[in-house]
């Protein structure tokens, strides 16, 4: 499998219309738009592989993927389905949809409960577990309605960007733990509705109901995987933008942007001692780096403080299985299990771990009834990892093997108790830590979703695309809120900045 299809330009470059900073999704996407718009693209990414989250990697012939597990709002006429189908590329993607009935299961001391995809269907299939909820069942869905109506660039609505009504929500100041407990009181319904924890980025005490919500909405309305791994999304994406004579650099870290006197981006620098002259600069990497490759004193200190002062969600705990042949079944849901009697994340739960887990089968086109993979993720503090901030991949010496393989065995035997068959079909295992999301992605402490928007603060908490520097922006996870959608409505909020977006909206939506 090709996964990479670069080049590596070593000579002068012309000066483009937009560089980019990562080419995670958000960065990507922005790229692929603005290219198909006529701007003149340059993508830049430390890695050698382009993706960030997206990217997928191959150990002994069976694809993992790194981050982008599953996501929704990808069938005939959603978002998602439009937004690629209007790039040129849906059809190129290679997608499993999941069970209709049961796109995940929620454990709950030991219950299991299907969440289905379908509004009605998953109202449904919950009233049958919970047959005297009926009433909050239909609240909790009338809610996760609101939301997905209120998402406007979600529904493809044109506004005007300065006053943006989807970073203003009202739903982002509305706690998602404190909503749930208003409408009922059953206890083991509400951890139900809270059982896509896992995914939300965040403790109990800061989820907002937009984020909550909008999950729960996009992989409603349809929920799917990638096909032998998520990276065909990023060369796609790239492809597009090549494809429109831009330029996607791998091997390059950006490591500091030059001002003119007016406080102006003109160029950026690399770690290969290239610079890449630009009109306009978008960040799709974490903010606190982002302030790193400015001057000092180029932003206003209250900014920078208040940017420095935000709170990064947790990083993960992930299990890359390698099966036995025919050894166990492909299951085409996921299957979401709270270890505790309280399946929300608190802050101060980190000495109970694992405290839940998020386990799948990885779609390939090899598999027919039985997986090749299993991949398990567990939200982890950094705490446990802080010592070896400093140090390099595959340097961390024995302690922290042994630390990894402590970790592993103790979330394996909690799996198990589910799984029981798993553990005679397990050929190896890799695992991942929150230092690997540091490694790959930069993001700090490893956090997976990047900063946590938080209800108790939702102006204070969130970062605007739009900087002091009058030509740079920011964009991915960091910004509007984390995954598919997430990120994506996130990079049209980001260009809408930069260029006539109501009239790109129009395309999306004319698209499929
Ligand atoms: C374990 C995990 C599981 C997830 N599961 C799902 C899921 O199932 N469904 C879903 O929808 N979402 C999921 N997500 C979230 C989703 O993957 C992310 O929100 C999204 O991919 C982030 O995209 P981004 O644009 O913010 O960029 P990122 O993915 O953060 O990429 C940033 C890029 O910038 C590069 N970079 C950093 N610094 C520099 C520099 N100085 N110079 C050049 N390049 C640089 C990095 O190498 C990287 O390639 C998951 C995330 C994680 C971590």
């Known amino acids: 499998m090709q996964l990479t299809s670069h080049r590596y330009t070593k000579g002068p470059l012309k000066e483009f ?66 937004l690629y189908q209007y790039l040129g590329i849906y059809d190129k993607l290679r997608l499993r949809r999941l069970d209709i009935d049961r796109f995940d299961i929620i454990n709950f001391k030991n219950k299991e409960y299907p969440l289905a995809q379908g509004l009605e269907n998953f109202s449904e299939k919950l009233v049958k577990k919970f047959p005297q909820e009926g009433r909050a069942i239909d609240n909790f869905i009338s809610k996760i309605k609101q939301v997905g109506l209120s998402g406007h660039y979600f529904n493809l609505q044109t506004f005007d960007p300065d006053e943006n009504p989807v970073i203003f929500n009202p739903l982002r100041a509305i706690n998602a733990y404190r909503f749930i407990n208003s409408i009922t009181s059953n206890y083991d319904l509400r951890n139900v509705m809270a059982g896509l924890n896992d995914l939300l980025g965040g403790p109990k005490e800061k989820i907002n109901m937009y984020i909550l919500g909008m999950i729960y909405y996009t992989f409603i309305q349809s929920a799917w995987r990638f096909v032998d791994g998520s990276s065909q999304l990023a060369e796609n994406l790239a492809g ?179 799984f029981p068959a798993l553990k005679s079909s397990i050929e190896k295992y890799y695992c991942s830590t929150p230092l690997t999301q540091i490694d790959y992605t930069g993001s700090p402490e490893g956090s997976a979703y990047g900063l946590i928007k938080d209800s108790e603060e939702p102006i204070k908490s969130h970062v605007l695309p739009k900087t002091r520097i009058s030509n740079l922006f920011l964009t991915g996870q960091n910004t509007n809120a984390h995954g598919m959608l997430g990120v994506s409505t996130g990079a049209l909020i980001t260009i809408a900045h930069i260029t006539d977006i109501n009239n790109i909206i129009k395309k999306i939506r004319d698209a499929g």
């Open 240 to 418: 597009i933008i090549t494809s429109n004579g831009g330029e996607v650099l791998t091997k390059n870290k950006v490591v500091e942007f030059l001002l003119n006197g007016n406080k102006v981006i003109t160029s950026l620098k690399t770690n290969q001692d290239l610079e890449i002259f630009g009109k306009r600069f978008i960040s799709d990497i974490h903010p606190f780096s982002t302030i790193e490759l400015l001057p000092r004193d180029t932003l206003r200190k209250a900014y920078v403080d208040r940017l420095k002062g935000l709170e990064n969600s947790d990083g993960m705990f992930t299990l890359y299985i390698i099966l036995k042949p025919d050894s166990f079944p492909y299951l085409n849901y996921n299957y979401t299990c709270g270890l505790t009697d309280d399946i929300w994340i608190s802050r101060k739960s980190d000495d109970i771990w694992p405290h839940s887990y998020w386990f799948e089968t990885p779609a390939t086109s090899h598999s027919g009834d039985f997986a090749r993979a299993v991949t398990i993720l567990s939200p982890i503090g950094f705490d446990r990892f802080r010592k070896w901030s400093d140090t390099d991949t595959d340097k961390r010496g024995k302690e922290y093997e042994d630390l990894k393989t402590s970790l592993a065995e103790k979330l394996l035997s909690r799996v198990y108790e589910q």
């Open 17 to 82: 219309d937009i560089v980019v900073v990562g080419s995670g999704l958000g960065g990507l996407l922005c790229g692929a738009i603005l290219s198909k718009e006529g701007y003149s693209v340059c993508i830049v990414e430390k890695n050698k592989a382009i993706g960030g989250n997206l990217q997928s990697f191959e150990r002994d012939g069976v694809i993992f993927n790194t981050g982008l597990h599953y996501f929704g709002s990808g069938d005939k006429g959603q978002f998602i389905y439009k």
